[in-house]
């Protein structure tokens, strides 16, 4: 039985761990220029890969991790996690390259993608049921703050060295080791489980990496080698998902994809993460190149979006059951382009915070915050209780393959502009294209809605493979 200081205590550690995984997603885009301007000027093509190197990572093996860590010890796994991600962090601060920084942080990803899972499981297993909704409320809250927090965070630290960024992680990571390995309980699946498919998850990860490759040094490679790279891509998404139709424990179970809620939340959660991505980045390289802002006074700037996510999703919560999570995402996604359009109709070379940029930023923070809880609270409404983990493991994913998409594709857009009105000219591609993605994610959110059938016929259980 739990005391309430006890129920505090596990939910602090769990929520501290996945804040510090999910802060390392948006800390680092505003110490672009310093990491780029240290290792010799390099361009944003490259630069783009300490983001993508860890989202590409942290997505595929969210869902594998997430099962190894029910098969062998949630604890262990959390624990595992948390060093892997504090050893990484301090690798990447010593990092004396760009690609040597690149390769700590898939080590950090590899850590987080362990701990998520983990934490989560142990939450839901050392809270009774009648509490477990509260429990992951708050610790899905610590994500959405680590949203706001990361760009002002990233400022902070940046004033002092863009290795800060990663320094920070190193307390934090040995505090939550030793209270995590004295308090934190014991947990696994008692039933015997198959291994996941691991060498699926590294089919997608290569495919979705080629893919980030390919989109990137468009204005680089001839178009040929491009074409073939996008096709080697294409060519591992079939062979993931052949894979997983014949596998006892695939990644993704196809019977999933029969569930229409499922399917449709995921694909707005795709496109939804690409726009919400490339625009912040789109925001603070604005605030950096053009404007000339320092990091913390870009960190500072972003933070006003973010901290309208949670108002956002208040008004989402009450509206929710009369507007149905469909109505209510797409509402959302379209808040975002007035969002976009309010920024870009008014964004000039002269700096004009107040003016140009914050209306569209907050107007687009409130449609984050209708938007976002809405698909990760709907994603799983339909599935049966045992692939509840599952399904939100594969919406997080499709997450961060959004991200990934995201800005592969503001990297493309953007090029290597030389003269402001080259600038102005490949910015404005870049907000058009953020645009219609949030359209299209408008489009897609309306089948979120779709009820056509009870989750027993929806799914079999027959169809769905012990794990």
Not at 99 to 124: I, N
Not at 148 to 164: H, M
Not at 188 to 197: A, F, L, Y
């Amino acid at each position: 039985m739990l005391t309430p200081g006890k129920s505090r205590l596990l939910l602090s550690i769990l929520s501290i761990a996945a804040f510090m995984a999910g802060l390392d997603l948006f800390i680092v885009n505003v110490a672009f220029d310093d990491i780029g301007k240290d290792f010799q000027g390099e361009p944003l093509a490259n630069l783009s890969w300490i983001l993508n190197g860890y989202a590409i990572i942290f997505a595929a093996l969210l869902v594998p991790m997430g099962r190894l860590a029910d098969r062998y010890g949630r604890k262990e796994g959390f624990l595992l996690g948390v060093a892997v991600f504090t050893i990484a962090s301090g690798a990447c601060a010593a990092s004396n390259s760009l690609w040597v920084l690149v390769a700590f942080r898939v080590l950090q990803a590899v850590g987080a993608a362990l701990l998520t899972p983990a934490s989560l499981g142990l939450l839901l297993s050392v809270f009774p049921p009648e509490k477990r909704a509260g429990a992951v409320r708050i610790w899905s809250a610590s994500a959405a703050l680590a949203a706001a927090a990361g760009p002002v965070f990233g400022g902070l630290l940046v004033s002092a060295s863009w290795r800060w960024v990663f320094l920070v992680n190193l307390p934090i990571g040995l505090l939550t080791l030793v209270v995590a390995a004295r308090h934190l309980p014991s947990s696994k699946d008692e039933s015997p489980s198959r291994m996941p498919d691991l060498p699926g998850a590294a089919v997608l990860t290569v495919a979705v990496g080629l893919l980030a490759l390919g989109l990137v040094k468009i204005d680089d490679w001839s178009p040929g080698r491009v074409a073939a790279v996008l096709a080697l891509a294409a060519a591992g998404i079939a062979g993931f998902w052949l894979r997983s139709r014949r596998h006892p424990s695939p990644v993704i179970e196809p019977a999933l994809l029969k569930v229409p809620v499922f399917v449709w939340s995921n694909a707005t959660a795709i496109v939804f993460s690409a726009a919400f991505a490339a625009n912040l980045l789109c925001a603070i390289l604005w605030m950096q190149n053009v404007w000339q802002y320092s990091a913390l006074r870009t960190g500072l700037g972003i933070a006003p979006g973010p901290l309208m996510v949670p108002l956002g999703a208040v008004v989402a919560s009450k509206l929710g059951r009369r507007v149905g999570p469909g109505r209510l995402t797409a509402l959302g996604c379209l808040l975002c382009v007035v969002g976009v359009v309010l920024m870009w109709r008014q964004l000039g070379q002269q700096p004009d915070y107040a003016g140009a940029l914050l209306p569209g930023w907050l107007v687009g923070g409130a449609g984050v915050g209708l938007a976002l809880p809405t698909i990760l609270s709907t994603a799983t409404s339909d599935l049966p209780p045992e692939r509840f983990s599952t399904g939100s493991a594969v919406v997080n994913m499709s997450r961060q393959i959004g991200t990934v998409l995201g800005i592969s594709l503001l990297v493309a857009l953007l090029g290597s502009p030389r003269t402001y009105d080259d600038t102005h000219r490949a910015f404005g591609h870049a907000w058009t294209a953020i645009g219609l993605f949030m359209l299209a994610g408008a489009v897609t959110a309306l089948g979120m809605s779709a009820r056509s059938t009870p989750v027993e016929r929806a799914v079999p259980h027959s169809e769905l493979r012990a794990e």
